[in-house]
T-cell receptor, first 113, second 116 residues
Framework: DAMVIQNPRYQVTQFGKPVTLSCSQTLNHNVMYWYQQKSSQAPKLLFHYYDKDFNNEADTPDNFQSRRPNTSFCFLDIRSPGLGDAAMYLC????????????FGPGTRLTVT | AQKVTQAQTEISVVEKEDVTLDCVYETRDTTYYLFWYKQPPSGELVFLIRRNSFDEQNEISGRYSWNFQKSTSSFNFTITASQVVDSAVYFCALSGASGGSYIPTFGRGTSLIVHP
């Protein structure tokens, strides 16, 4: 049974054209995370939500925004994608902030043309 | 600051060989947690193991084993009798036990290729 679902798995967008990636979870976890993973690199945390509280990493560009309309869904909005934003975007959840296990979705691979 | 180093970028072995993936970490926390994740070509990160800093017992799970050495700040992962399905990128990660340090810091990953 899918627990963390990301749609679409592959997304192509044009330079400067806004794009939204979505993540949903069936675990009823309080925390949802968005990571960016570029080729051959470690996942890099962009931000996370604890319930409705949004926490932005200090070095996350303003071009990246997020919304969490309810417990199950979280969206990543890239307002004006650049070529450097092409990456795999991973969504993850954890029960609480001090939970030591994160559950990852399959990721969305974003291509910017 | 926390740091995880996986010095091996890519390892290539032939099926049935044993292989060890190295992980070295740095942290100022006295209590911390270490993880290994597997990322197959399909993309999702799959949790393999978590150890806390007070438990240095080695662990074995089937063909997988982990060697935690606090004295050398290492948490190495060995796959015995490797199989083609073990081909993936493996990430070591570290998290603290308080405040914002819960969120894991990942190493750059080691790509394991197992040839038939």
């Amino acid at each position: 049974d899918a627990m963390v679902i990301q749609n679409p798995r592959y997304q192509v967008t044009q330079f400067g054209k806004p794009v939204t990636l979505s993540c949903s979870q069936t675990l009823n976890h309080n925390v949802m995370y968005w990571y960016q993973q570029k080729s051959s690199q470690a996942p890099k945390l962009l931000f996370h939500y604890y319930d409705k509280d949004f926490n932005n990493e200090a070095d996350t560009p303003d071009n990246f925004q997020s919304r969490r309309p309810n417990t199950s869904f979280c969206f990543l909005d890239i307002r004006s994608p650049g070529l450097g934003d092409a990456a795999m975007y991973l969504c993850a959840t954890s029960r609480d902030l001090d939970s030591l296990e994160q559950y990852f979705g399959p990721g969305t691979r974003l291509t910017v043309t | 600051a926390q740091k995880v180093t996986q010095a091996q970028t890519e390892i290539s072995v032939v099926e049935k060989e044993d292989v060890t993936l190295d992980c070295v970490y740095e942290t100022r926390d006295t209590t911390y947690y270490l993880f290994w994740y597997k990322q197959p070509p399909s993309g999702e990160l799959v949790f393999l193991i978590r150890r806390n800093s007070f438990d240095e017992q080695n662990e074995i799970s089937g063909r997988y084993s982990w060697n935690f050495q606090k004295s050398t700040s290492s948490f190495n992962f060995t796959i015995t009798a490797s199989q083609v399905v073990d081909s993936a990128v493996y990430f070591c990660a570290l998290s603290g036990a308080s405040g914002g340090s819960y969120i894991p810091t990942f190493g750059r990953g080691t790509s394991l290729i197992v040839h038939p």
